[in-house]
C-alpha cells in the first residue's frame, strides 16, 4: 500500500491548488449545495403528503425512480443539455439526494401513532400545529435517517464532479487514474472515506441531541440500568438479618 502521496506534506499544504485542505473544502461544497437544494424539494413534500395522505403513489414511485437513475450518466446528459460547469453535477447529485429524504419523511409521518393525532386534534391544534408539534417530533428519528443517508450518498458521489473539470475529491481519482499514480488514487479513495465518516458521526451527534430519548430508545436502556440497581437494596433489605 503506497501512501507516500498521502503522507507527503506538500499535499496538505493550504495554499496548494491541488492539496488536500482546498480539495476537501470544494468537495463539500458541492455537498452543503446538493443537500440544500435536494432537502428543499423533498422535505416539504414529504411533509405533505406524510400529514394528509394524498400522493404516496406518487412519492413512492418516485424515490424508487430517482435511486435506480445513474449518477455519472445523468451528469453526462446534464453536460450535453447544459454544458460545462456546476450546474449539471447540482443536478445529478441533487437526484441522489431528493429519494431518501422524500421517502423517510414521508414514511415517519405516517408511521405516527393515529391516537396520537386524534388526542392532539381533540385538545384543539390545527393540522399545522398537530403536524409540527406532534407528527414531526415524532417522526424525526426516520428523518433524520434519511438525512444521513442522503448526506453519505452525496458525498461519495460528488467525486463526479472532477469528470466535467471541477475541483474536490474526485480530482485526486481521475486525475491518479490518468497518470498511473495509484498512490493518489488511494490518498483519494481515503479522503473521501474519511470525510463521509466524519460528517456521518456529526449527524449523528445532531439527531442524539435532537431527538427525545424517549423515541430513540436512550429513555428506556437508562430505565433498565436503574431499575436493575433500584432493585439491588430491595433484595438486599429482604435478606433475614442475623441474630
Do not use: K
Not at 415517519?108 to 393525532?117: E, H, K, N, Q, Y
Not at 430491595?234 to 442475623?242: A, C, I, W, Y
Amino acid at each position: 500500500m503506497d501512501l507516500s502521496y498521502l503522507l507527503d506534506p506538500e499535499n496538505w499544504s493550504a495554499s496548494a491548488p491541488g492539496g488536500f485542505p482546498q480539495l476537501t473544502l470544494a468537495h463539500l461544497g458541492y455537498t452543503a449545495l446538493a443537500m440544500l437544494i435536494g432537502t428543499a424539494i423533498a422535505l416539504p413534500v414529504g411533509l405533505w403528503i406524510g400529514h394528509t395522505g394524498r400522493g404516496s403513489f406518487v412519492a413512492i414511485n418516485a424515490g424508487n425512480a430517482g435511486r435506480s437513475l445513474p449518477t455519472l450518466g445523468l451528469l453526462m446528459l446534464m453536460v450535453t443539455l447544459l454544458g460545462l460547469g456546476l450546474a449539471p453535477v447540482l443536478i445529478a447529485l441533487t437526484v441522489l439526494v431528493v429519494p431518501p429524504i422524500l421517502t423517510s419523511t414521508y414514511a415517519g409521518i405516517r408511521g405516527v401513532d393515529p391516537a396520537l393525532v386524534d388526542a392532539a386534534t381533540a385538545m384543539g391544534m390545527r393540522p399545522r400545529q398537530v403536524l409540527w408539534q406532534v407528527e414531526v417530533p415524532m417522526a424525526l428519528p426516520v428523518m433524520m435517517g434519511g438525512l444521513r443517508s442522503a448526506t453519505l450518498q452525496v458525498v461519495a458521489t460528488a467525486t463526479v464532479a472532477a469528470a466535467v473539470g471541477l475541483s474536490g475529491l474526485g480530482r485526486l481519482l481521475i486525475d491518479g487514474l490518468a497518470l498511473n499514480d495509484y498512490s493518489r488514487v488511494l490518498a483519494g479513495a481515503l479522503a473521501v472515506a474519511v470525510v463521509a465518516i466524519t460528517l456521518d458521526l456529526l449527524l449523528g451527534l445532531v439527531q442524539r441531541l435532537t431527538v427525545s430519548p424517549g423515541l430513540d430508545g436512550r429513555a428506556e436502556a437508562r430505565g433498565a440500568r436503574r431499575g436493575t440497581t433500584d432493585t439491588e437494596p430491595e433484595l438486599l433489605g429482604d435478606r433475614p438479618t442475623p441474630a
